[in-house]
């Protein structure tokens, strides 16, 4: 059974930075794009980065040069490191994962960020 464990969420003022992480396990088949999306409450999920097998990367624009993502595939591990962080950047965000033609969500991790 995959899982997907995320960590590193919590509460930051403005301006700080947070680490997440998301290990994925149980898996069989080879990992393909991970990344993150976030919901904000009220509003739909979006996405907030990407990463390719060969690491090629995508943002949304809201967090293009304050957030980066990375991998590490011998522990089949995404990280979102958030730098600069502002107040609407609170959200629970979700990591994602891609394997074939199936996807699998974690279970959330909540970022505030307080003004």
């Known amino acids: 059974q995959v899982q997907l464990v995320e960590s590193g969420g919590g509460l930051v003022q403005a301006g700080g930075s947070l680490r997440l992480s998301c290990t994925v396990s149980g898996n069989r088949l080879p990992i393909g794009v991970m990344g993150w999306y976030r919901q904000a409450p009220g509003k739909q999920r979006d996405l907030v980065a990407t990463?390719?097998?060969?690491?090629?990367?995508t943002y949304a624009d809201s967090v293009k040069g304050r957030f980066n993502i990375s991998r590490n595939k011998a522990r089949n591990t995404v990280y979102l490191q958030m730098n600069s962080l502002k107040s609407e950047d609170t959200a629970v965000y979700y990591c994602n994962v891609r394997m074939r033609d199936v996807e699998f969500w974690g279970q959330g991790t909540q970022v505030t960020v307080s003004s």
């Open positions: 990463i390719t097998i060969d690491t090629r990367t």
